[in-house]
C-alpha cells in the first residue's frame, strides 16, 4: 500500500523558509515522478514542483521558480520541497503525490493533478 506523509507546514513571516518533507512507503521511489501541489482557500490546486524519477529531472511552476527546490533522500524515501522567500500567496495546503508515469511530469504539475497517490497535506501560512 503506498502512504505518503507529508509535515513541516507551520506559521512563517513573509520573506521566511519552510522545508517541507513527504516521507513515502509502499512502492519503488526511484521508479516514480514525486510531485508536490497546493491548494489555496477557494482556489484550485495548483502544481508547485515535481522531480522525475530515475534520472532526477526538476520541474517548477513560474510562480515559484528560484524560491522552492524539491529534492529527494532515497534511501530514507523523503522528498522535500525548500521554500525560501515565502510570500503571502504561498498560502495553502500542500501535498506530496506520486504516480508510476514518471514521463508524464510535466502534465501532471500544469494540471495541478493527476497522479495516482496522494498525502494528506500539510498547511503553511504565510503572514504579511
Known amino acids: 500500500e503506498v502512504q505518503l506523509v507529508e509535515s513541516g507546514g507551520g506559521l512563517v513571516q513573509a520573506g521566511g523558509s519552510l522545508r517541507l518533507s513527504c516521507v513515502a512507503s509502499?512502492?519503488?521511489?526511484?521508479?516514480?515522478?514525486i510531485g508536490w501541489f497546493r491548494q489555496a482557500p477557494g482556489k484550485e490546486r495548483e502544481g508547485v514542483s515535481c522531480?522525475?524519477?530515475?534520472?532526477?529531472?526538476?520541474y517548477y511552476a513560474d510562480s515559484v521558480k528560484g524560491r522552492f527546490t524539491i529534492s529527494t533522500d532515497s534511501a530514507k524515501k523523503t522528498v522535500y520541497l525548500q521554500m525560501n522567500s515565502l510570500k503571502p500567496e504561498d498560502t495553502a495546503v500542500y501535498y506530496c503525490?506520486?504516480?508510476?508515469?514518471?514521463?508524464?511530469?510535466?502534465?501532471?504539475?500544469?494540471?495541478?493533478?493527476?497522479?495516482?497517490?496522494w498525502g494528506k497535506g500539510t498547511l503553511v501560512t504565510v503572514s504579511s
Open positions: 503525490a506520486v504516480d508510476a508515469r514518471p514521463w508524464r511530469v510535466e502534465v501532471f504539475l500544469k494540471m495541478g493533478g493527476g497522479m495516482d497517490y
Open positions: 522531480i522525475s524519477n530515475p534520472h532526477g529531472n526538476t
Open positions: 509502499g512502492f519503488t521511489f526511484e521508479d516514480y515522478a
